[in-house]
């Protein structure tokens, strides 16, 4: 029997039935509601600490992270709009992209720090390559065109970008100076900044090298630094030649080559320990005879050394071994019998102890011929020869090597001269070639050469031209001193010589004028042709030709003459083979007096032409036209380098 509502359920006093569901469905809104609002509190940080931990792995600690709900919103300063586009690409791999919200800001270009400005270069047999970031505007389109025509038939591969900050200081300076060195390099790196130039290349000698290294120096801008790393291949050594000697000038080499470091090493390690000092060279080439080269000739530098005066010459793998007249048999004997049996089998020996002349030999009169050659370049040919066309040969070869307005012969005719005397002669005067000035004499069993050279390698050329004419056998005496001053390597002028120098010539003597005109007059020939004369070694630096009058006359007149005058100077220098490029003629006219115009001696002083630096030469012209006396005064540019003098001309 079902029970009543009574029964079933007692309600509480004063509550109908409607009123409690009332409540109850109050009290499961309520409910309902909190979970909601906790679920989403729950899905708001998860959903903002993903979005964060995603953004500082991916490098972007800058951006801040927020949520409205479901929505997830972005703050923060980008450094730039790149790193605001990958910061809401990397939030939207966490959540929806419909639920960020951007509120990022992008850092103000014109305070960010300006991008390192690089170019790499890279030229090769099939073209240049450009890599690196430069400036935004009209001057990458200039590169690519100078390179262009630069390469030839070569490509140009452009990979270079560009950035929108403002042209840093010195950096066209750079890039215009990189582009110049390439020209002279087919085979480089240059990598290009705006405060340095790194070059690497490749040279085909040794002279090419140094000549690229000191025109490189000379063209740098003034506040650029320069780093060179110029190779030169290795020469070709032949014969492969060295020779030792103990004599009054004690242990020496008249040559010396080796294959590589470590044999030069060895070598100049035996030569100090058979007493040879100071700081002997030894040439680095190919064309070594044998892998031995080095063993071998340690054995006959120690052989010298038990000797103790004589020559030892190897050229390739025969030795001539000569113990000087003195040297005991019996020591001679032990020295070749230690040699012969130790020896590399590839190698030749041949000794000879000289012996000693009594007192009384020989003939009357040398047998021998003599060749001087002078400072001035004249060459004075004396002493025998085998017969007339002996002769001829001998002269020919003379007026060919040494031309033949500088060659005074005065040989007489011998007959019974030894067998291979011409030759001997003539290789003899191709060695006397090597030289700017000195002396060769040739006798019967001894060649004797002295002189001055320019070149470091000039013993070793010497000795070589000997022993490969003459064989190994043959004995010569060297004393080649080096000078530093007639290396045409180092005589090149800096720019204050230069200057300092054609000035000196002007005011030796003037360039002068017909009056009121800009033609030259006639006694200024010889002084163009020394200026020109020096001009030639001057030609990279860029100079000011100043022209100057005096007051006679209308201002804007004397003006105007001054500046023609300047032009024809220019002009004189180019009838004389001049490379004018860098100069610059200007006219001054009245306005920069050195003297007093009121006198006929100072209006002839301050008729002028000056020469100056420009181009990066700090000018003072502080000389006023109100001032009765003016000086121009100029500080050169660069730093004081100590050269010596060019080499004189033959």
């Not at 270069?121 to 990458?140: M, V």
């Not at 060179?228 to 010396?256: W, Y």
């Not at 010596?644 to 033959?650: G, I, N, S, V, Y």
Request: aromatic residues 4%; proline residues 6%.
């Amino acid at each position: 029997m079902p029970l009543s509502l009574p029964e079933r359920l007692t309600l509480p006093q004063g509550f109908s039935p409607r009123t409690l569901g009332i409540i109850a469905a109050a009290v499961a809104g309520f409910l309902s509601v909190g979970t909601a609002s906790w679920t989403a509190a729950i899905v708001e940080q998860r959903s903002a600490e993903a979005v964060d931990a995603a953004l500082l792995t991916a490098g972007h600690g800058w951006a801040h992270v927020d949520t409205d709900g479901l929505q997830v919103r972005l703050t923060g300063t980008a450094p730039t709009e790149a790193a605001r586009f990958r910061a809401i690409s990397v939030a939207g791999t966490v959540v929806d992209a419909d639920r960020l919200i951007d509120r990022m800001d992008v850092a103000d270009a014109a305070q960010l720090k300006a991008p390192d400005f690089t170019i790499e270069i890279l030229r090769n047999g099939d073209g240049i390559s450009l890599i690196g970031l430069i400036p935004e505007g009209p001057g990458h389109e200039s590169i690519v065109s100078e390179l262009t025509d630069l390469t030839g038939p070569g490509t140009v591969t452009d990979m270079l970008e560009s950035a929108d900050h403002p042209v840093p200081e010195g950096w066209r300076d750079a890039v215009e100076f990189g582009i110049e060195a390439l020209g002279k390099l087919p085979r480089a790196k240059i990598s290009i900044s705006a405060e340095r130039v790194s070059i690497t290349a490749i040279s085909d000698s040794a002279a090419e090298k140094a000549q690229l290294e000191a025109a490189l120096n000379r063209k740098a801008p003034r506040n650029l630094q320069l780093a060179l790393d110029i190779s030169a291949p290795r020469p070709v050594i032949t014969p492969f030649t060295l020779r030792f000697l103990i004599d009054e000038e004690g242990p020496h080499f008249d040559a010396c080559s080796a294959n590589n470091e470590r044999a030069r090493d060895i070598i100049l390690a035996a030569a100090t320990e058979a007493g040879a000092t100071g700081n002997p060279a030894c040439t680095i080439g190919l064309g070594v005879p044998t892998p031995d080269w080095a063993d071998a000739v340690v054995m006959g530098l120690a052989a010298m050394k038990d000797l103790g005066a004589g020559s030892i010459t190897f050229s390739d793998a025969d030795i001539s071994l000569i113990a000087a007249e003195g040297v005991e048999q019996s020591v001679f004997d032990k020295v070749v019998g230690e040699l012969e049996s130790n020896l590399p089998e590839v190698f030749s020996l041949h000794a000879v102890l000289t012996p000693t002349l009594q007192t009384g030999e020989g003939e009357t009169g040398p047998k021998e011929f003599t060749a001087r050659l002078g400072e001035d370049g004249q060459i004075d040919l004396r002493g025998r020869v085998t017969d007339e066309l002996s002769r001829d040969a001998v002269e020919n070869f003379a007026r060919a090597r040494f031309g033949s307005h500088y060659v005074h012969a005065a040989t007489r005719l011998d007959p019974d001269m030894p067998p291979g005397w011409p030759l001997r002669v003539l290789t003899a005067l191709e060695a006397l070639g090597e030289l700017e000035n000195g002396e060769v004499v040739v006798e019967p069993g001894l060649i004797r050469l002295s002189g001055v050279t320019g070149s470091t390698t000039a013993s070793d050329t010497v000795a070589r031209i000997l022993s490969g004419k003459l064989g190994e056998g043959q004995q010569y005496d060297l004393d080649i001193r080096y000078d530093p001053a007639l290396d045409p390597l180092l005589g090149l002028p800096t720019a204050d010589e230069c200057v300092t120098d054609i000035n000196r010539l002007l005011t030796a003597h003037k360039i002068n004028f017909e009056p009121g005109a800009a033609q030259i007059t006639r006694d200024a020939a010889d002084t163009l042709d020394k200026i020109a004369e020096r001009m030639k070694d001057c030609s990279d630096f860029e100079m000011e030709i100043g022209g100057h009058t005096d007051s006679q006359g209308r201002e804007e007149m004397n003006l105007d003459l001054s500046q023609k005058r300047a032009e024809a100077v220019i002009a004189a220098l180019m009838s004389r083979r001049v490379l004018t490029g860098n100069l610059t003629a200007v006219g001054y006219g009245e306005t920069v007096p050195i003297a007093d115009n009121g006198t006929e001696a100072g209006r002839e002083e301050n008729r002028r032409i000056e020469v100056r630096l420009v181009g990066g030469a700090e000018e003072d012209t502080d000389a006023s036209p109100d001032d009765d006396e003016g000086t121009v005064v100029v500080n050169k540019p660069g730093p004081d380098t100590v050269r010596p003098k060019p080499r004189p001309k033959e």
